[in-house]
């Protein structure tokens, strides 16, 4: 069967923890458009193509129970409290690297000998930290996008707002927010269901099991949650995979190793380049993470304005099922 993709056009910002005012003082710069480092299609082999998943469809599949979604009306980006676009819309584009500057240079579409040549004093400290990935001043996006409200009660978020590309249909939309969501709460900033008790035998790391009253009690619940926003190999990545912080335990527990981790002080908003498909099927675009200056920056709260100076890219991809848009690849941006 044939799917109906949305003509894929602009360039989005999503802000991970605002809503989207209707009206803003802060003045939308219009920039001269620049060349924008988008996802290189790789040939493989091509995805079945399916129709489209409606958002009640996609929300029955789960056996635990989805959140609630609003959806705002497509609306131009805003920046956050205190921040204002640069002047000339532009920033240095980067990037944080856990793997060789061979895998980044694949990732990211640049040779690996132009990525050298742009990092000759790039050194490795158990990742590259700052990557220079253009050297032209790279001009930042400002095109419409969705604000979905995530809610779920059983949920301790202290986000529940993303913007996310205008472009998606409703349950691509709806899953991105709910993988934001979970991840800033339970994946990416912490790990652990509470209340929670000690285990008696623990296995390693995993000394902690989830008690009644916590999010996700039953591990067959979360399994069937991950299943439902995200692809398998990432599901297994946040439980059951061999270095997952969530394993099963007896009677359908779970079983978890705890740990928290701070938010970048730097970090103020995000953007994403326009999903582009590819020849698989799949969805790819950057997260683009606003950092301020850290030579110059000297905490929040003064009088501002603050102006992002550098912007940091991370690989987002969504790739198709028969039961809709999975999650394939999403860090946070902070």
């Known amino acids: 069967m044939k799917k ?20 803003s003082a802060a003045a939308t710069p219009e920039p001269t458009a620049t060349p924008v480092i ?8 091509t995805m079945a193509v399916y129709d489209e998943v409606s958002l009640d469809d996609w929300k029955a599949l789960s056996v635990y129970p989805m959140p609630d979604y609003t959806f705002s009306a497509p609306h131009k980006p805003q920046p956050q409290e205190q921040v204002t676009w640069p002047e000339d819309g532009t920033v240095r584009l980067c ?13 990211f579409g640049i040779p690996e000998e132009e990525l050298q040549a742009m990092n000759p004093d790039c050194a490795w400290d158990g990742r590259y930290d700052d990557i220079r990935l253009q050297v032209k001043p790279y001009t930042l996006p400002y095109n419409n996008v969705v604000t979905v409200t995530v809610a779920r009660p059983q949920w301790d978020n202290y986000h529940i707002k993303f913007d996310v590309p205008a472009s998606l249909d409703k349950q691509a939309q709806a899953a991105l927010a709910t993988a934001y ?5 339970y994946y990416g900033m912490s790990t652990g269901f509470y209340p929670s008790e000690s285990v008696d035998d623990p296995r390693g790391y995993y000394t902690s099991r989830a008690a009644d009253g916590a999010a996700f009690v039953k591990y067959s619940d979360l399994d069937s949650f991950l299943h439902t926003v995200y692809s398998d190999a990432f599901a297994s990545e946040i439980a059951g995979g061999p270095d997952a912080p969530y394993i099963e335990g007896e009677g359908d527990s779970i079983l978890f190793r ?10 103020c908003g995000t953007l994403f380049t326009e999903p582009e498909l590819q020849p698989d099927g799949s969805l790819e675009f950057w997260q683009l993470s606003l950092q301020l200056d850290d030579q110059t920056f000297e905490g929040w709260g003064g ?18 099922t028969e039961s809709g848009w999975r999650v394939d690849a999403l860090e946070l941006p902070n």
Request: charged share 15%; glycine share 6%.
């Open 4 to 23: 109906n993709f949305p003509i894929l056009v602009s360039l989005v910002l999503l802000t991970a923890c605002t809503s989207a005012p209707a009206d």
């Open 38 to 45: 988008t996802p290189e299609p790789t040939p493989s082999p």
């Open 95 to 107: 990037a944080s690297w856990n793997g060789s500057l061979e895998e980044a240079a694949e990732t």
């Open 181 to 185: 969501a979970f991840q800033y709460r």
């Open 258 to 267: 705890m740990g928290d981790r701070g938010s970048n002080i730097l970090y």
């Open 303 to 320: 009088e501002g304005p603050y102006i992002p100076t550098d912007a940091f890219a991370k690989p987002v991809r969504l790739i198709p």
